[in-house]
């Protein structure tokens, strides 16, 4: 069946240090999905990509969709405190379905 | 206020003592889901619904049943539950085939 890797598991930054986790899918997907989850909390969706090649940016996040739609990335552009969570990558395969397939997760936290 | 309300959110319960985890949502979407998340393994899929009285198995089904009587509710049932169903469920709910998932708050289920 269909697999979602994320990568890296775990990732201390700093305080204004940048921060990327990166998604890759076993199976060519119709779209992917990013959610967020913070400490204690429920994850809340944050965008998605259906397009080849396809950049999307919400203020300092850029979330990026491969071109072989196989893989994406999330991009955190100078780290706030506020952005401390788990951040899960969600493919929908190509079959028609509505199943999202969820990767592992990044855990991020920030340090001061 | 679109949301997805799961009850209860805190369960502790002895092994073989049927338990149901209610779920609701207000957002008339056709798609209903149940996850449970272990450390380390991500969000997993135990059971869908793509509509009333249309239910079928995720990736992770063995002892969880479930129902879908009415649009809005999704409950999921554990006949005799086991110590390694531990684990912390949520409820998810969408549109069918487009935009991303809404999740409830979770359950944290024990089971000893």
């Known amino acids: 069946g269909q697999q979602v890797m994320q990568i890296p598991q775990y990732q201390h930054v700093q305080e204004g240090e940048d921060f990327t986790t990166y998604c890759n899918s076993s199976t060519t997907l119709s779209n992917i999905q990013w959610y967020k989850q913070r400490p204690g909390g429920h994850p809340v969706f944050l965008i998605q990509?259906?397009?080849?090649?396809e950049v999307k940016k919400q203020k300092r996040l850029t979330f990026q969709f491969g071109e072989a739609k196989k893989n994406s990335s999330l991009h955190i552009t100078a780290t706030q405190t506020t952005d401390v969570g788990t951040y899960f990558c969600a493919g929908r395969d190509t079959g028609g379905g509505n199943k999202l397939t969820f990767g592992t997760g990044t855990q991020l936290k920030v340090e001061l | 206020e679109a949301q997805v309300t799961q009850n209860p959110r805190y369960l502790i319960t002895v092994t073989g003592k049927k338990l149901t985890v209610t779920c609701s949502q207000n957002?008339?979407?056709?798609?209903m889901s149940w996850y449970r998340q272990d450390p380390g393994l991500g969000l997993r899929q135990i059971y869908y619904s793509m509509n009333v009285e249309v239910t079928d198995k995720g990736d992770v089904p063995e002892g969880y049943k479930v129902s879908r009587k009415e649009k809005r509710n999704f409950p999921l049932i554990l006949e005799s539950p086991s110590p390694n169903q531990t684990s912390l469920y949520f409820c998810?709910?969408?549109?069918?085939?487009?935009?991303?998932?809404?999740f409830g708050s979770g359950t944290r289920l024990t089971v000893v």
């Open positions: 990509l259906v397009k080849s090649g």
């Open positions: 998810a709910s969408s549109l069918l085939g487009v935009g991303g998932y809404t």
């Open positions: 957002m008339n979407h056709e798609y």
